[in-house]
């Protein structure tokens, strides 16, 4: 995302025709900040309909197990 929002800053007009400037600056972030919000609402979606065809959740026993001793069969420092 840094790298996106600096091209508003570092843009060569040699290199691409695009001038860096306040105008390019605002249209990156807005594109950065665009595809932050499709990510989530997408990854939102994924998740909502793999929850309607299996368990996603742990239950409270496994949290409180914790995860890697309940899930993977590893525990830290063989404890």
Same mark, same amino acid.
């Given at each position: %995302?840094?790298? *996106?929002?600096?091209?508003? $800053?570092?843009?060569?007009? =040699? %290199? ?13 972030? $807005?594109?950065? /900040?665009?595809?932050? =919000?499709?990510? %989530? =609402? /997408? *990854?939102?979606?994924?998740? @909502?309909?793999?929850? !309607? @065809? *299996? !368990? ?13 001793? *309940? ?7 063989? !404890?």
């Amino acid at each position: %995302m840094l790298g *996106t929002i600096l091209i508003g $800053f570092l843009a060569d007009p =040699i %290199m691409n025709n695009i001038h860096a400037g306040l105008h390019q600056l605002l249209i990156q972030i $807005f594109g950065a /900040v665009l595809v932050a =919000i499709y990510i %989530m =609402i /997408v *990854t939102w979606i994924i998740l @909502f309909i793999l929850d !309607k @065809f *299996t !368990k996603i959740r742990t239950t409270s026993k496994q949290q409180e197990e914790g995860l890697d001793k *309940t899930l993977l069969n590893e525990s830290y420092f063989n !404890k």
